[in-house]
């Protein structure tokens, strides 16, 4: 019998439409010790689902600091701003899903986040 691999850790991110939304992620190995990231790529794209090939939007990711291991992912107000959201209020939120993906500097990919990513509709950003 084949062995399943490992799900990544999930997190919900719950984001304003407008608003400019950042956060910072530790990457650590199985010790609770921090990787070093120098050279590493991430990548994070927001879709409907998982087999929309439509991306509704991308982060700008930043190591911030390598041999500690952390980056930032950072998505501007322009670009939360044109999420398409069903809602007429902050309380009808729209839903879509995220994960990350890590490039090591062999050029290894492997997903390490994963999860729903909410959208509040704003009002006062128009």
Do not use: C
């Not at 999420?83 to 990350?100: A, F, K, M, P, R």
């Not at 999860?115 to 006062?124: A, K, N, T």
């Amino acid at each position: 019998m084949a062995k399943r691999k490992l799900m990544p850790p999930t997190q919900e991110l719950v984001v304003n439409q407008g608003d400019d939304f950042s956060f910072q992620l530790w990457i650590k190995d199985s010790h609770d010790t921090p990787v070093d990231i120098t050279d590493y790529q991430f990548t994070l794209k927001v879709r409907e689902d998982a087999e929309n090939d439509q991306v509704l939007i991308e982060a700008v990711s930043t190591v911030v600091d390598a041999s500690d291991g952390l980056v930032e992912f950072y998505f501007s107000s322009e670009l939360t701003s044109q999420i398409d959201t069903e809602g007429l209020n902050y309380e009808e939120v729209s839903e879509y899903w995220y994960d990350i993906l890590q490039t090591n500097k062999e050029g290894k990919k492997t997903r390490i986040l994963q999860g729903r990513f909410i959208v509040s509709p704003g009002i006062s950003y128009h």
